[in-house]
């Protein structure tokens, strides 16, 4: 018998803490889960899935008009919020029934309520019962960040568009990531007069700069509006409802709705983790080692609370590497190198491997090749949107070392890419493999 009520206690069950749930007590651990809000966390709660969903539903705007072009007789669409918001809230509210019978197959205790540290083995949970657990992992994800600024409660997060009553028909988007430009090409393509509002002068940083560009250019060229370097000021609200954006310098923008889109810290505040010694970084995120083990010898944690990737499928195998670290006996941590990662932007961006700058940076010479064309699909449809794929290759090993495209369904395409870029194929390897046509994906054997 144990010495503790359960041999894990996760706080957290979204997609990392899910994970090494149920990997752990298939390997034989007592297991309980503390869930505060919702199973499924960020990703299927109220990230990726259900933004991926709207991403689907804007497509249909420029995939209607497209349609005449190849002999449709389509007629002018209308589109209704509701009927969308309401589908997407249905199939997350399907996806968490499906991941709380996951924990339910596998034993694991779930536990709707707040958890907080109260010691290296011990959680106390809203209700006030305290628990025991020989190994806690701390799996609490991020947390959108609200600028400080008068007027800031007017404005939304990424946790609550999903909610809206209405789509606006004026929205200022502040921030220049992922979240920012995804959300920028879902408003536009429902109707709604979008600005994009960034205190810094470029878009996605990390990105490579070639793709971040275009995606810049064929944005302002579908008529979104950005201001660069803008320093916003306060938000007014008027006696209608609607809203001012004030800035240091330059003119106000009128607008339905704020969207705040300026990135995520870690969730850590007030877990307690200082009564068990947790160490955390300047950004509030846990510091831990390779094997995702924190500065107190039996607390852990994995996913975006740790910040070293936040995205989603990092965070599943963190958790499954941790569980078969600890319970399974087997040693393991993840590999970081290579990790693929895209942009559900209107068209989307995906990329793999190093940058041109970060490979000149770090390889010294190398090699560009890229293919800049118009879809074939595009050509039809009347469109002058171009497509851009980039190769970076080691100069002095002919090896692939990065992979950037931007354009129809590039995130699909890269997935399989990225495969030969983690596998060190060369670019000889991609040449003397046989084009599929016609295709957008032959591009990238075809590079010159």
Same mark, same amino acid.
């Given at each position: ?17 899910? %994970? ?68 997407? @809230? +249905? ?30 083995? +011990?959680? !106390? ?18 947390? $959108? ?81 950005? %201001? ?36 995520? %810290? $870690? ?12 160490? @955390? ?12 083990? +924190?500065?107190?010898? +039996? ?32 040693? %393991? =941590? ?14 989307? @961006? ?57 354009? $129809? ?12 870029? !983690? ?24 590079? =010159?």
């Amino acid at each position: 018998m144990s010495d503790y009520d359960f041999d894990l206690f996760v706080i957290g069950a979204g997609s990392g803490g899910v %994970r090494a749930s149920r990997i752990a007590a298939a390997h034989g651990a007592k297991v309980a889960v503390a869930e505060e809000f919702r199973v499924g966390g960020t990703c299927v709660i109220r990230g990726c899935v259900p933004k991926k969903l709207l991403i689907y539903g804007a497509h249909f705007a420029e995939d209607l008009k497209d349609a005449r072009r190849f002999g449709w007789n389509v007629p002018d669409c209308g589109f209704e919020w509701t009927t969308l918001r309401d589908n997407v @809230l +249905s199939e997350v509210d399907r996806l968490e029934g499906l991941y709380k019978n996951t924990l339910d197959n596998h034993k694991v205790e779930m536990i709707a309520e707040r958890a907080t540290v109260t010691g290296p083995h +011990s959680v !106390k949970l809203a209700s006030g019962r305290e628990v025991s657990a020989k190994t806690i992992l701390i799996a609490t994800g991020a947390w $959108p960040i609200i600028p400080e600024m008068e007027g800031a409660e007017h404005g939304i997060t990424s946790n609550e568009v999903f909610h809206l009553d209405e789509c606006p028909s004026r929205i200022v988007i502040v921030g220049g990531g992922y979240i920012a430009n995804e959300f920028a090409g879902i408003f536009h393509q429902f109707g709604a007069h979008v600005t994009m509002v960034n205190r810094g002068g470029t878009l996605l940083r990390g990105y490579d700069e070639t793709v971040r560009d275009r995606l810049l250019q064929i944005s302002t060229m579908k008529g979104i509006n950005f %201001r660069f370097n803008a320093k916003m000021e306060k938000i007014d609200k008027n006696e209608d409802g609607t809203l001012c954006v004030r800035f240091e310098s330059g003119d106000p923008v009128a607008a339905d709705l704020v969207l705040f889109a300026t990135g995520r %810290r $870690p969730h850590t505040e007030g877990l307690g983790l200082e009564t068990a010694g947790v160490e @955390l970084n300047d950004k509030g995120a846990i510091k831990v080692d390779d094997y995702s083990q +924190s500065s107190c010898e +039996s607390i852990y944690a994995v996913g975006d609370v740790t910040d070293r990737l936040q995205l989603t499928p990092v965070a599943i195998r963190e958790g499954h590497a941790f569980a078969d670290t600890v319970f399974g006996g087997n040693r %393991r =941590k993840v590999d970081y190198n290579c990790v693929p990662s895209a942009v559900f932007s209107h068209p989307p @961006l995906a990329g793999v491997g190093m940058t041109e700058a970060e490979a000149r940076n770090k390889l010294g010479t190398v090699k560009i090749y890229t293919s800049d064309f118009r879809p074939m699909k595009n050509v039809l449809a009347g469109r002058d949107e171009r497509a851009l794929y980039k190769m970076i290759v080691d100069a002095t090993t002919d090896r692939v070392v990065g992979l950037h495209m931007i354009g $129809p369904d590039a995130p699909e395409i890269l997935q399989a890419a990225a495969v030969a870029v !983690k596998a060190g194929l060369t670019k000889q390897d991609f040449d003397d493999t046989v084009a599929l046509h016609p295709s957008m994906a032959e591009e990238l054997v075809l590079l =010159k």
